[in-house]
């Protein structure tokens, strides 16, 4: 007894070509994104920390290429370059002068604690951490002196703010390289005050060196 195929039973049908292509063609496309995506640099100037699924590696990246699980991965890039921020502040002497004083700022992130940096305070340390030190530190310290002095003693009082923001930004590993007071601005009846002062001092050595002269 002959066993044959059915007449009406369905011929199995072969792929197209075009289909092939499209298939080979959308599975490359697919290797070539995840290969894309299994690279990375991190930047000249910064160090960079493994991202897996929100949580954050503390092995830390140095600047060049680096391999990563497509998809699940990712590196964030720490500047740890010099930072410029300043600032304006807005306080009292110790003789209750109103002062107003611009400070220029330049800090960097430690580079061998980024990860405590970004795991503890996030990318946004500069908004949480730096401008809030910097205005109450300033407000301290001019607050010490008389309005005078602040500007015969400049140089004492942008030492003693370097010193105090250096100890609180060293709680984040944070570095003070430099600060620098800009400009201090006093009301106008200060700074009129100030010239009357300085007016009647030369005026005094004139009438002096006049006086002495005279008696010569």
């Known amino acids: 007894m002959d066993i044959g195929v059915a007449p009406n039973s369905p011929v199995p049908k072969a792929k197209s070509p075009v289909g092939r292509i499209i298939t080979w063609s959308l599975i490359g496309l697919l290797l070539l994104i995840a290969a894309i995506n299994s690279v990375a640099t991190v930047q000249f100037g910064h160090v960079g920390l493994y991202k897996t699924l929100g949580k954050l590696s503390d092995n830390t990246l140095a600047p060049g290429i680096h391999f990563k699980i497509p998809f699940v991965q990712k590196i964030i890039q720490v500047n740890v370059q010099v930072t410029k921020a300043e600032a304006d502040t807005s306080a009292s002497s110790k003789d209750l002068q109103p002062v107003s004083t611009h400070v220029a700022l330049n800090y960097s992130v430690n580079k061998e604690s980024a990860y405590n940096l970004m795991n503890n305070i996030g990318g946004g340390f500069d ?90």
Not at 133 to 162: C, F, G, P, S, W
Not at 194 to 199: D, L, N
């Open 127 to 216: 908004t949480v951490i730096v401008a809030p030190a910097i205005q109450e530190i300033v407000k301290e310290v001019t607050a010490k002196y008389a309005a005078e002095d602040l500007i015969a003693k400049r140089d004492v009082v942008a030492n003693e703010i370097h010193d105090l923001l250096t100890k609180r930004m060293a709680k984040y590993d944070l570095i003070v390289n430099d600060i620098n007071i800009v400009n201090f601005k006093f009301s106008d009846a200060f700074n009129q005050s100030i010239e009357a002062k300085q007016v009647a001092q030369q005026q005094g050595k004139v009438i002096y060196a006049i006086f002495h002269e005279g008696n010569l």
